[in-house]
C-alpha cells in the first residue's frame, strides 16, 4: 500500500503501534498463569499427571515472568537501544505463549478421562483465545498466528487420534470466525488510527495558521506576544541581553490610498521578505505586529549589531522600487531599537515601551530613520 500522506504506512508497526500492542496485552499475561493454575490443580488432574502438570505449568510461568520482564522494565530501555531487536523479543515472547498452550492443549485432550478437567480447559482457551485476538488486533498477522497456534495443535491432535470429531470441527470453524474478526477488527482499528492522525495534523495545521501572518507568512501578533514572555524568562534567568526593533512603514496610508490595497498588499510582502533575508539567524524572530508595522526578537544581541541589521533594511527599502500591474511603488521605514537584560520581576512591556517610543522618535524626526531607545 502506498504511504499515506499522514506520515504512516497503513498496517506497519511502528514505535506506536507496538506500544499499543503491549498496552493492550499486557493484562492478558496474568491470566495464563492463573488459568493454567486453575485447570492443572482443580480437582484430582494434577494427582493423575503431575509430570504434563508440572512442565505445562513452568513452561507458563517462565514465558509470563519473561513477559512480564520485558513489558514493564525492559521494553522502554530495549526501544532507545533498537526498535528493531525489541519488536523482535516482543513478538518472541508474545507469540511463545500460545504456541505452549496451544500444544499442551492438544496433549491435554488426548489424556484419558478427566472430562471436567478438559471442560475447563476448553472454555479456558476459548476465553484466551477471545481476547488475545482482540489485543492483538492492530496487527493482523500477530492476531491470525496467535488465533491458529493456540487452537489448531489440539485440532490436529484430536483428529489424529480420532477423538472428539466433533470438537475438532468446532474448534476449526472457530478458528475461521477468529480470523474474520481479526481481519474486521483489524481494519476498524487502523480506520480509527488514520482518522486519529488527520485529526491531529489538522490540530496542528490550524494551530500554526492561528500564529501566522496569512498575507507575509511571518509570525503574527499573537505569536510575538508568546515569544516575547518566553525570551524574556529565559534571558532573564541567564542575564543576557534581549533587543527589540520595530519597524514600520513610512507613509503607508499614502501607498494604499494611491495604488490601492491589492498593491499595499504586494509592498507589505516585499518588505517582509527583506526582514526575512536579513533577520536570518536561526534566533531571529520576526512577526507582523498589525498593520504596517513589523517586529524582530534578538535574543543574546547588542544594540549596535540590531542597528546594523535594520540600517541594511532601510537602504533596501529606500532604494527598491515594487512593481504592480503599471504602478511603480517606493517608499521608507522607520525603525525603533531597545536593548536591556531583563529583570525578572519586570514586566517585558518595558522593552516594548522602549523600542515604540524610539520609532515614534524616529518618525517624529522626519522618518527613514533608526532610533536607539
Not at 83 to 101: I, M, Q
Not at 104 to 125: P, R
Not at 195 to 210: A, P, V
Not at 338 to 358: F, R
Request: one cysteine or more; glycine letters at 6%.
Amino acid at each position: 500500500m502506498e504511504e499515506e500522506s499522514i506520515g504512516f504506512r497503513r498496517h506497519s508497526v511502528t514505535p506506536k503501534v507496538l506500544n499499543d500492542l503491549k498496552k493492550r496485552s499486557s493484562i492478558g499475561i496474568f491470566f495464563y498463569i492463573i488459568l493454567a493454575f486453575i485447570v492443572l490443580y482443580s480437582g484430582d488432574y494434577y494427582l493423575q499427571h503431575q509430570f504434563f502438570a508440572s512442565v505445562f505449568f513452568s513452561c507458563i510461568s517462565v514465558i509470563g515472568l519473561a513477559r512480564l520482564l520485558h513489558v514493564f522494565v525492559v521494553f522502554k530501555r530495549l526501544e532507545k537501544c533498537s526498535e528493531k531487536l525489541n519488536k523482535f523479543v516482543f513478538y518472541l515472547t508474545v507469540l511463545a505463549t500460545p504456541a505452549v498452550w496451544g500444544i499442551g492443549f492438544g496433549f491435554f485432550m488426548q489424556q484419558e478421562g478427566n472430562l471436567n478437567s478438559k471442560f475447563l480447559m476448553v472454555a479456558c482457551t476459548v476465553g484466551l483465545v477471545a481476547g488475545g485476538v482482540v489485543s492483538y488486533l492492530p496487527d493482523r498477522r500477530l492476531s491470525i498466528t496467535f488465533n491458529f497456534l493456540i487452537l489448531l495443535p489440539a485440532a490436529a491432535i484430536m483428529a489424529i487420534y480420532g477423538i472428539y470429531p466433533s470438537l475438532a470441527v468446532m474448534i476449526l470453524l472457530f478458528i475461521g470466525y477468529m480470523v474474520l474478526i481479526s481481519l474486521r477488527g483489524n481494519r476498524e482499528y487502523w480506520n480509527a488510527l488514520e482518522n486519529e492522525m488527520k485529526l491531529q495534523e489538522k490540530s496542528e495545521t490550524l494551530n500554526k495558521l492561528s500564529r501566522v501572518d496569512v498575507l507575509t507568512g511571518l509570525n503574527n501578533r499573537r505569536c510575538f506576544d508568546d515569544a516575547l514572555e518566553a525570551q524574556w524568562k529565559l534571558a532573564s534567568r541567564e542575564a543576557k541581553l534581549l533587543t527589540m526593533v520595530i519597524c514600520d512603514i513610512d507613509h503607508f496610508k499614502n501607498v494604499n490610498d494611491t495604488y490601492g490595497h491589492l498593491a499595499g498588499d504586494e509592498y507589505l510582502k516585499h518588505v517582509a521578505n527583506l526582514l526575512k533575508s536579513t533577520f536570518k539567524r536561526e534566533t531571529d524572530f520576526i512577526a507582523r505586529y498589525g498593520g504596517e508595522e513589523f517586529v524582530v526578537l534578538l535574543p543574546d544581541t547588542n544594540s549596535m549589531i540590531a542597528f546594523e541589521m535594520a540600517e541594511e533594511v532601510r537602504k533596501r527599502v529606500e532604494t527598491d522600487v515594487v512593481t504592480y500591474n503599471q504602478y511603480q511603488i517606493n517608499t521608507t521605514i522607520s525603525f525603533g531599537i531597545a536593548s536591556m537584560v531583563p529583570y525578572y520581576k519586570e514586566s517585558s512591556s518595558i522593552l516594548v515601551s522602549q523600542a515604540d517610543a524610539a520609532l515614534y522618535q524616529a518618525k517624529n524626526e522626519g522618518r527613514n530613520r533608526i532610533k536607539l531607545g
